[in-house]
């Protein structure tokens, strides 16, 4: 304790007395001990400590309803009852455990031998067009020993996987186009029915698949292939850019022989989606989600003029504000920046012609 040095030596250095020193000492040894010393864990007067009035009213529901599981007493508690774990422990501690709602079983469970099983086995793979109660009273009339048809059931289920397995699980690979404007993505969102005109309004987006931008997004009463040719014009004026490619669904707006030759002259590959098949779009109907939540679920009155004025400002948050969680959590601008290739000022001003 006084590091080697004589009781003198420390004496003189700190200018204390004899008897202060040796009292030092003795305090400094036993707060050595009590800090070496085991100690229990835990705090030792615990913050959630039941009230003795809350335990007995815990241990009063427990007696009349001794089947009741912890998460039904904390349930019949209200607001103010403790958790399920604090009343298992409540239960533990006054000795009412949890009565089964079920008697135990008399006798123990029966089980067929080897033998017995194949001759189950046999008789449902030769009737497999009868069902588990049928099967069961064939194998009790024929070999003599009772059986459910809930034991059948599964015998049944397990010779039927093996002639006809289920097909493999469909395993779905996520692409994106690298850079900015490789692929866009067009559809119509048709579920904007206008208000006082009972007619629906479409909604014609074109969506960059690398940085989820809308490239364009305007409302239309009508659509067809001129639609979406000046859509994809405006578009490409508009990023000064022409995309490598668009893939867009089977609908007569997106096919046809003018919007053929229009992107052939272009330059773009123009794909079709598979029918049924939504999966290739689910970047653009995962947009169109948000934009019912977002846009038009925010709005009590759907009237195409004021739709069609206050779209303008939403694109432009979604592009420029609105995180993606496949980005990130970053807006879609942060991609759009990536973008290092750019149509000739001539090209774009001949694309009508």
């Not at 100690?39 to 427990?62: D, H, M, Y």
């Amino acid at each position: 304790m006084l590091q080697g040095q004589p009781a003198t030596y420390v004496q003189r250095q700190y200018h204390v007395c004899r008897s202060d020193l040796y009292k030092f000492k003795r305090r400094a040894l036993a707060a050595l001990r009590t800090a070496v010393g085991d100690q229990k864990k835990g705090p030792r007067t615990p913050a959630n400590k039941l009230s003795v009035e809350k335990e007995r009213q815990i241990q009063r529901i427990c007696e009349r309803y001794p089947t009741w599981s912890s998460y039904q007493v904390h349930r019949h508690g209200g607001t103010e009852a403790p958790c399920p774990r604090t009343i298992q422990r409540v239960r533990q501690r006054c000795g009412r455990p949890r009565v089964p709602k079920r008697a135990l079983p008399r006798q123990p469970r029966k089980r067929f031998s080897a033998a017995d099983q194949y001759l189950i086995k046999e008789t449902v793979q030769t009737k497999l067009y009868l069902g588990p109660l049928r099967l069961a009273w064939d194998v009790q009339n024929q070999h003599g020993f009772r059986i459910s048809a809930s034991t059948v059931r599964p015998v049944k289920h397990r010779i039927l996987m093996a002639l006809h397995p289920p097909p493999a699980l469909s395993t779905w690979r996520r692409y994106e186009r690298h850079p900015p404007h490789s692929l866009w993505h067009g559809d119509l969102l048709e579920k904007v029915t206008l208000t006082y005109e009972h007619r629906t309004a479409y909604q014609l987006t074109l969506l960059d698949d690398y940085s989820r931008a809308y490239v364009f997004c305007d409302v239309f009463r009508r659509v067809n292939a001129n639609t979406t040719i000046r859509a994809l014009i405006a578009a490409m004026r508009a990023y000064r850019t022409i995309p490598k490619a668009v893939v867009c669904d089977n609908a007569l707006y997106f096919k046809g022989k003018f919007l053929t030759t229009f992107c052939q002259r272009v330059g773009i590959e123009l794909m079709h989606s598979l029918p049924y098949h939504p999966q290739t779009h689910g970047k653009l109907e995962r947009a169109f989600r948000d934009d019912m939540k977002e846009f038009y679920c925010q709005r009590p009155k759907w009237l195409f003029k004021e739709v069609r004025h206050a779209r303008p400002a939403y694109v432009a948050y979604r592009n420029q504000l609105r995180g993606h969680q496949a980005l990130g959590g970053q807006p879609a601008l942060t991609r759009l920046r990536e973008q290092h290739f750019f149509a000739l000022p001539a090209v774009l001003a001949r694309l009508e012609q």
